[in-house]
């Protein structure tokens, strides 16, 4: 049974729409042209035009993810860059991004989780609960040898 595509001009409407309430990515667009059932062929067309028209900037769209996903989930760069990679975002832009984060800052944000985490911990010997401490940092994005020197102090 062929399914009936929406027309360019729908798809187009709707992809902006989209994008003036949030910021996206090509790969977000991409997903949802497909969702929408719009002309596989059109696909390159409407990212194009949503780039010309500036309602799609990659470039904004990695440091706004990048802040957000750092200050507000509290994950590490290593969860950043893994989620922007399977958006396929260019290194580069990738790189750029999160050396904006300060080194300091990130130090801070490891130990205020670390000492969250520790304090639900309850009734673990000492080096059972270094053992959480150091899955659930590296689970959060954060580098082993960061997590392991501030445990260590």
């Known amino acids: ?12 409407n709707k992809a902006m729409y989209l994008c003036s309430k949030a ?12 969702d929408w059932k719009a002309n596989p ?8 035009e949503l780039e010309k028209q500036k309602f799609i900037d990659e470039e904004r769209y990695v440091k706004y993810y ?6 507000f ?11 922007l990679v399977q958006k396929k975002i260019s290194e580069t832009l990738i790189c750029n991004a999160l050396s904006e984060i ?6 801070e ?11 639900c911990i309850k009734g673990e ?10 899955r659930f940092a590296a689970s959060k994005g954060f580098e082993p040898d960061l997590i392991l020197q501030l445990l260590e102090k």
Do not use: P
């Open 1 to 12: 049974m062929h399914q009936k595509h929406i027309t360019y001009k729908k798809a187009l």
């Open 23 to 34: 910021e996206k990515c090509k790969s977000d667009i991409r997903k949802k042209l497909y």
């Open 41 to 48: 062929a059109e696909h390159d067309k409407i990212i194009n």
């Open 66 to 71: 990048v802040r957000d996903k750092f200050e």
């Open 73 to 83: 989930n509290k994950w590490g760069k290593i969860k950043i860059r893994t989620m």
């Open 102 to 107: 300060s080194e300091k800052k990130y130090r």
């Open 109 to 119: 944000t490891l130990k205020y989780i670390l000492k969250q985490k520790q304090h």
């Open 125 to 134: 010997d000492e080096y059972k609960k270094k053992q959480k401490l150091i």
